[in-house]
């Protein structure tokens, strides 16, 4: 016979959703959904932290060094343009 799943927060409560993070079971007052996931109000507010203390590091080092790369490609076109404008008189 199954055992009915319960939050592991309040065990008189019957399981609601899954937290993606814990994988433990949860009831639906404890249950959050963030972005389309579930998580525990534990590994929620983990999750939070990390992201507003900049969790998105290699994230936020790839964005500057493709906009250096971009710079540096617009200013080269730019140094063609003129050499360019510049024979044609």
């Known amino acids: 016979m ?3 799943v319960t939050c592991v927060h309040h065990p008189d409560r019957p399981g609601h959703a899954l937290c993606m ?6 009831c639906a007052e404890c249950a959050t959904d963030w972005e389309g996931i579930n998580y525990c109000a534990p ?3 983990q999750r939070r932290s990390a992201v507003s203390s900049g969790g998105g ?3 936020v ?3 500057a060094a493709a906009c250096a790369l971009l710079l540096l ?3 080269r076109l730019m ?3 003129g050499v360019i404008l510049a024979s044609l008189e």
């Open 57 to 59: 590091g290699p994230a």
């Open 73 to 75: 490609a617009a200013a």
């Open 21 to 26: 993070a814990c994988r433990n079971a949860v």
């Open 61 to 63: 080092v790839l964005l």
């Open 2 to 4: 199954a055992r009915a």
């Open 43 to 45: 590994c929620l507010s």
């Open 79 to 81: 140094v063609w343009a």
